[in-house]
């Protein structure tokens, strides 16, 4: 069977890393709407992966299906030639516009063109070819980029207390994931971040409460009915999914020592629960850590199992959010 014993701790753990390298990324959402000149699904996987490269370098986490802010690429068509001969080649020219906005209200933070072209073939092909020829380094898109994170952050940076207040009013029912993935969208580089930290591991806590309380009765339920093998089995299937960080831990940790005590070593879940009683151990700065990396993969989790983003952008929410390059 699949230990399942720690998973909150490794999980956080796993991720601190590379959260430590950057301190300012924050999902977009990537879309590629159906364009004018129907690309194959090649030049689609190009398109979005040269454009969530491009997003990278800015610290920003490229290719999120739902977020609160997202990058609509479309290609437009300038020119289209074709040679006559025995192997005609065709050419085309086509501008990249790509714009950001709000995926909530539709509010645009900035928009762009490049020119791009390829050859190939058919029509399909040089689309294909003049996406290949876009450098993610490109110098227009990556100020773009850079323009368009820092009106993101000021925009957080201004909207952080509504946002705790929203992901309070989730909490009250019961929507923890949702509440996490809110708070946990907010790029730690805005200036009051502490308070949004604080409301992080406060609504972490109220959800990992909630779980272990009706864990450890199912745990509790399920050694009761059959205080044999099988009843630890069940139970200590729950008791290895605890946090150690809940409140009621202790409770868990009691309960596991009087299956242990009956069962014995045999138990299957006697060597998990020992190391169970070392996660309760860890320092107070260390919890802190895996709460907050914790309730980050809740969100992003989250963010993964909803429905693709639906774009309608209202360009004049920015007057100076046009930028031609």
Not at 57 to 85: D, W
Request: proline share 2%.
């Amino acid at each position: 069977m699949k230990k399942m014993v720690l998973t909150w701790a490794l999980l956080a753990l796993s991720t601190l890393g590379i959260r430590a390298q950057n301190q300012c990324e924050f999902p977009l959402t990537i879309v590629i709407p159906e364009q004018a000149v129907q690309l194959s699904p090649m030049s689609v996987t190009q398109l979005t992966s040269k454009i969530r490269q491009a997003v990278t370098l800015n610290g920003m986490t490229g290719g999120t299906r739902y977020s609160n802010f997202c990058i609509v690429a479309n290609l437009v068509e300038t020119s289209n030639n074709m040679t006559s001969g025995l192997r005609p080649l065709v050419t085309v020219t086509t501008a990249l516009e790509l714009s950001v906005s709000n995926t909530r209200t539709g509010d645009s933070f900035g928009s762009t063109s490049i020119n791009l072209s390829g050859a190939g073939q058919n029509t399909k092909l040089a689309y294909l070819a003049s996406i290949s020829s876009l450098n993610p380094q490109n110098t227009a898109l990556q100020s773009f980029l850079k323009a368009t994170k820092k009106k993101i952050v000021s925009y957080y940076e201004g909207q952080a207390n509504n946002i705790i207040r929203q992901a309070k009013t989730l909490s009250g029912k019961q929507d923890f994931e949702q509440a996490m993935y809110l708070l946990t969208s907010i790029p730690t580089c805005i200036n009051n971040y502490d308070a949004v930290e604080t409301a992080i591991q406060s609504t972490f806590q109220t959800f990992v409460n909630q779980d272990c309380a009706g864990k450890v009765n199912k745990a509790r339920q399920a050694w009761n009915a059959s205080q044999d093998r099988e009843g630890a089995k069940i139970a200590g299937a729950y008791l290895a999914a605890i946090n150690p960080a809940a409140q009621c831990s202790d409770e868990a940790a009691e309960l596991a020592d009087e299956i242990h005590q009956r069962i014995g070593e045999e138990w299957e879940w006697a060597k998990d629960l020992k190391e169970f009683g070392k996660e309760m151990a860890r320092s107070q700065v260390e919890l802190e850590k895996m709460r907050i990396e914790a309730a980050r993969a809740i969100g992003e989790a989250y963010a993964e199992n909803q429905q693709p983003t639906n774009i309608t952008v209202n360009q004049n929410f920015l007057n100076d959010g046009q930028t031609d390059e």
